[in-house]
């Protein structure tokens, strides 16, 4: 059930304003379900893809709404041009690995901790109001399991920016096409169906739609949307 303090966001101003939105992760799978939303959304004017390398991937017929940047996490405040480049009206967060990606525990914190840190404090100092993450079910900075821990603590981290409004989508095994290959997610694909809501696997689209929905939208304060609510649509465009 989604957790939410609405009220109306003074920041976004008129209607008729577009917004300029961030997004981080475009390359994987619910980043990459973003970007396709973002770049077709009317409410939003401008998205900067930040990316550790290019894409390659085109918007058909909105290359000139998406802006692909590739930069260094670790070197994101000597960017040239970070004025320019984190002066934005919302962030989505879509940074997301495995250990057994990464290598090892510190390099999966970078990953999952840091670097939605980095970027979220750079666009919160230039104005940024709105902030979208995707964490996990389960997600606690008391959890037992490291990979539970750590989304939990980027979770506190966040709400510790200041952003007026924040929401926090925690999915279960991510449903769709990755480049990458990850056993959990390919069993979770079979046998999720016939789980409670809470655990049923979810398809990426599903919370793409939730963070979209969240970054051009107009509620204030802290919505976390559990995998349940996912499924029965909360979020949705």
Known sequence: MPAN???????????????????????GLVGSACLKLLARDPRVGEVRSLVRRSSGA?????????????????????????????AVDAVICALGTTIRTA??????????????LRVGALARRHGASRYALVSAIG???????FYS?????????????GFPAVTIVRPSFLMGERVESRPLESIARRFGVILPLKWRSIAADDVA?????????????????????????????
Request: charged share 20%; proline share 3%.
């Open 139 to 145: 997600a606690s900075p008391q959890a037992r399991t």
């Open 149 to 161: 821990r750590v989304k939990g603590e980027v979770e506190a981290g966040v709400l510790g920016l």
């Open 103 to 116: 290598g090892t525990q510190a390099a999966f914190r970078k990953v999952d901790h840091e670097y939605p």
């Open 58 to 86: 085109g918007i058909a017929g909105h290359a000139n709404r998406v802006i692909e940047q590739v930069v260094d996490f670790d070197r994101l405040d000597s960017l040239p041009g970070t004025d320019d480049l984190f």
């Open 209 to 237: 739609h939730a963070l979209v929905a969240a970054a051009s939208g107009d509620t204030q304060g802290v919505t976390i949307i559990e995998n349940d609510a996912l499924h029965r649509g909360a979020g949705a465009l």
């Open 5 to 27: 303090i609405a009220s109306v966001d003074p920041v976004a101003g008129s209607a008729s304003r577009k917004r300029t939105v961030l997004l981080v992760g475009a390359t």
